[in-house]
């Protein structure tokens, strides 16, 4: 019987800057055989997100990543072996599988899903997982829009902000984009329905947020800090949300920013900002999932993957993240989904 051999990325460094080749290692070695109660688990799509970075640097809402281990990550696999009663072979999950092309432990905190009729399992990546949840959650339960209302989103072509502008038109918004270059902007507003985008490599952003927003901002889901977080506090109305999902325009900075300069028209205009984690929501999952379903259906609600081919080409393609080059989720396909 042929011998598996799993295939890792582990973290070498603590990244400085962007990732960087050097901040990872290669490494190949045996599956070990399982013991009572565990899993092996093939992967097929590792989702690379923002708050690798995160993970990779330091500790936050996760410890981080110690140097050495396997690289966190969420991915999506089936399971090929299993010792474990609630896990059966042929069993597909998503959870925090790693950067690998094999996980063997005891299955805590991975997740059984449902292969769609007629939908790749990508479908988790680009909605139906921690993405969708984090755009539905974050801006129903945190932002709480209502119709008529102005919502910005920044990294609007991103995963999580495209998604999170749809949701605002579906439930009556009047929809603002901030993304980066004329392709992402003429994607959010030619075929997401957007009503505007704010090109912040080529504009003003506070002048553009006047011009398009003359009535001020009600919501402002914030996905990069920094001074666009800034710019959009001047134009928040009385009493507006800002729902904080991310900073990612910190997360590569060599040192903390100064501000934000109008942090006390928080108190003035009586803002209310507020973070938050996925994994807070996952037990309310099902909530969301029937809904974002629905709206997939309808054609009410789009998504756009990002797919790069191998888990050799992972350290490279996180970058893309940060340097804006990505088009959509951005996905690693491992190895082969079936059919």
């Not at 690798?52 to 110690?66: C, E, G, K, M």
């Not at 292969?115 to 969708?132: C, D, F, R, T």
Request: with cysteine; proline share 6%; hydrophobic share 45%.
């Amino acid at each position: 019987m042929t011998e598996l051999i799993n295939r890792q990325w582990r973290l070498a460094a603590r990244p400085v800057g962007n990732f960087k080749d050097t901040d990872f290692t290669w490494h190949e070695e045996p599956v070990p055989a399982l013991a009572a109660g565990q899993v092996r688990v093939r992967n097929i799509y590792l989702s690379l997100d923002p708050t690798n970075r995160i993970w990779a640097a330091q500790d936050s809402y996760l410890p981080a990543v110690p140097l050495g281990d396997v690289m966190r990550g969420v991915a999506i696999g089936v399971v090929e072996a299993s010792t474990h009663d609630a896990l059966p072979e042929g069993t597909f999950v998503q959870g925090l599988l790693g950067w690998q092309l094999y996980y063997v432990g005891d299955g805590k905190g991975l997740t059984p899903i449902t292969k769609i009729p007629g939908q790749s399992l990508l479908l988790y990546h680009g909605v139906l997982g921690a993405i969708g949840l984090t755009a539905y959650f974050g801006l129903l339960d945190i932002g709480k829009p209502k119709a008529g209302e102005t919502l910005v989103v920044s990294a609007a072509a991103g995963a999580v902000g495209s998604l999170v502008g749809q949701i605002g038109k579906i439930i009556g918004c009047r929809v603002v984009g901030i993304a980066g270059g004329p392709e992402k902007c003429r994607w959010i507003v030619e075929e997401l329905g957007f009503d505007a985008a704010i090109d912040y490599k080529h504009e003003n952003v506070a002048a553009a947020l006047a011009s398009h927003c003359p009535q001020g901002i009600d919501v402002y889901f914030d996905n990069v800090g920094g001074d666009i977080l800034d710019a959009a506090l001047a134009r928040m109305n009385n009493f507006g949300r800002v729902v904080a999902c991310g900073a990612i325009s910190q997360y590569t900075a060599d040192r903390p920013p100064v501000g934000p300069s109008n942090f006390l028209l928080v108190v003035s205009k009586r803002l209310r900002i507020e973070g938050f984690i996925v994994l807070d929501y996952l037990p309310r999952a099902q909530e969301a999932i029937p809904q974002l379903l629905g709206w997939i259906a309808s054609g009410q609600l789009k998504y756009r993957l990002d797919v790069v081919d191998g888990l050799e080409q992972a350290p490279q393609a996180v970058r893309k993240l940060f340097d804006g080059s990505n088009l959509g989720k951005l996905v690693v396909k491992v190895s082969e989904e079936p059919s």
